[in-house]
């Protein structure tokens, strides 16, 4: 495949705060999103995806000013997501910096959303976003408002539907594997890869560069998202706490804690594994 | 210190100006963005941005009453790019959505990224390369891409690519699921690519000086 | 007939007529006990402001090192009860003081009303991170009519079992000669008037037993019922039944060396959020797929069908449901804003919990009509108002 599997850091925002949780709960702040994205971009990430982990909750959305202040200094695709449910909402992001947007819950409440979206703004701007939770009985739903409600949407039909209504790519978070790091659910990432014909770009389980090996050899997936396992790697080093006082969970950034169950890998030590592997990337 | 070279970024309200904006910035240039005849054509350079469809961007840009503008400012000789759609609208028409018409400045037109196989997404997203054309530019160091290879990555984003009438105007082209596409045109003062040199990293930001400079 | 319920319940006459809401967090006054500073600043967001100001905590740990150290036991025997429902709280203490602190502690469980699959994972994954445990379960037929004299007469079907979580783990503590007993959050403290008093490693047992006498006792409320219900009788159980749902005497646990309940929040910054990333790394502990009814989180007291009970009478009682209780603890940590918050309140607080509601009925062996005629029998009249057949808060967040 000539265009290169993409590397994706997904950095969950929440106000003023990178946050990193587990199955989508918990807002543990690390940092400042403005350092890591500098940071990824200088490493060689291959685009950016903000996802505000608290839009859809609080019924706001406030990414405006940290997306225009990344597309100052990094010059690679931003994918902007969370709480976008207008076509006002999509123009004011992409206006801001942003090249593409990620929309869940509102397509979920409003289908059309997408169809308009992606007539309006062209099918390559407008990416599904599915959080993907198993149930009981085995079959995957999807929910909103970052893993809080479920839907009746069974996901592989919700992705077929969504390519139908427009959208351009699928991002795909398998909920029951996000923050944990323990490997990617490749069974459901196939199903939805197999049933699509747009690109898929799979989020939640990364716990190894072996892991993402696993992934980019056993499935047709375009791009991968990473979160814990790059964050916690850079703020081995990284470990500001001056101005987080005023808000956020920063129990664990004061501390000098690593979790133990995530690997760290930086982007450029991932790159070379793949490379060595016959994994296409694109090298710096 | 900012170079005295002033770039127009037409403004037709469907693209993602800020992030030209940034790019220019970050290497000097003053840029000004607008829709307005004369500013645009006082300027010493020209971009033609565009994020979405092209019959919804066509009709933006009559709107605008800017397709006189934009030709106008090709026929002055100075630097004109086209980034992404604003490729596609140079050309004379387009399937997208529905047959609609576009700029007619580069004859040919725009079709839909025939996918060959299942492993063939579309949209075309992501990191690829751009191999100069080689029966025109072998070893000859012309046009914005002169300081890079047919190694060197750039990211694209589209459904939709130009094919040219002529093959004397393209420029690079691009190999995707088997199939060799035209990733961008060079014609006398216009260069105009599907890819994005302003989120091609310090590669497109190399594109973006050599064509100004 | 139509249902009327007594007048043992003794805390809804004493809340004020007028509903505050706190300026910091998003409590109001109506929370039994709770004080309003003449900023309208409440005791919760002081007593935060001084656990996040005025403690050292590394002191405090040098102290919980010293206490760990007279009671840890050399020859591997359990030196320690941590009254423990698999959730994240109790496994963060257990797990803490296993491995960090080298001691051997029993975990003890007073089974939930019904085990939610979620939360009976839960459990089974702090048993298999290393912890020996003991689970009561009381004599069914006796609890669900305690139960549902409970939900009928104190307006909170969860009383039955509150009274069991206090005295099980101390029933326990004197029976196997275990001295500490270890709790993890002092969750009155927080909202007490002074900090400085509320602030204590431990709540002795002569305070706390005597107290728990003072207000209205479990053979009290048994008398009351089998006096007042038809459908509880001196044939529903044995006296070895009861054992549990009472704590051992002051007297008992003194001369027992029991000194009281300890609470690890007073050696350590006390965390909920934190305490769920430390059980997904150390126990196996797995939030649940969906948030809870009434409330945004996914991670907290995950184990019982009836939970969303106890919180929604809360709410009809006093106007303060699930998501209040969550967010205010946020707000004050700063987790949160006081207008996340507030949106989150509007979002779901009072949200009726469906999901149990048959099982719940079940549990209970009452009818949907007669669920509705006890709530509506513990709707404080001055909290609520009825408009076009609903019914709406008064004062709601603000």
Redesign the interface.
Known sequence: ??????IIPRLDIKGPNLVKGVHLEGLRVLGKPESFAKFY?EQGA?ELFYQDVVASLYGRNSLQDIV?KT???V???LTVGGGIRSLNDISSI???????VAINTSAIEDPGLIKSAS???????IVASIEAIRQPNGSYLSFTDNGRNSSNKEVVSWAKELEQLGA??IILTCVDQEGSGSGFNYDLIKQVT?SV????VAHGGAGSAQNILDLASQT?V??IAIASLFHYDYIRHNRYIDDFNKEGNTDFLKSDRIPSNIESATIAHLKSFLLENNIHV?E? | MKKPYKIAIIDYQ??????IT??L??LGFESKVTSDRSEILSCDGAILPG???FP?AMKHIKNFNLDDSIKDFINTGKPFMGIC?GLQLLFDGSEE?ENSCGLGVISGNVKRIS?KN????????????ASKNKLLYNEKNIGPLCSLNDKD?F?????YCVEPDNDTDIYTT????GNEFCSSILKENIFACQF?P?????N??RILNEMFN | MTFRRGNIEGQIQHIPKEVKWCKKCVVSNQRPRIIFDKDGVCSGCKNTEYKNNKIDWEKRERELVDLLDKHRSNDGLWDVIVPSSGGKDSGFVAHQLRYKYGMNPLTVTWSPLQYTDIGFQNFESCINAGFTNLLCTPNGKLQRKLARLSFEELGDAFHVFVLGQISYPFQMALKLGIKLVFYGENGEAEYAGDPEYADKPYKPSSEWVKQHFKGLTFRELLAYGLKNKEYLSEDDYSESDLMFYEPPTAEQLDKAGIAGKYFYSYYHKWSPQENYYYCIEHTGFKPNSERSEGTYSKYSSLDDKMDGFHYYMRYIKFGLGRCLEEAAHEVRDGHITREEGVALMRKYEGEFPEKYFKDFLDYLDISEDHFWEVVNNWRTPHLWKKINSEWLLKFPIK
């Not at chain 2, 302003?198 to 310090?202: H, R």
């Open positions: 495949m000539s265009v290169a599997l993409r971009y291959d225009s597309a100052k200094e010059f690679i695709p992409l206006y801001a910096g942003a090249d593409k007539i309006m703004f062209g099918s390559s701007t351009g790519e197999d014909s747009i690109p898929v047709q375009s791009g694109r710096l | 469907m693209s993602n100006i800020f992030s940034n790019a910035d970050a994020v979405g469809s919804e759609l959505i996918a299942k492993n063939m997404r579309v949209p075309h997203v992501g990191w690829n390369h990555y990211y694209f984003v589209h459904s691009t190999e995707y699921g994005h302003e989120k091609s990293g310090e497109g930001l």
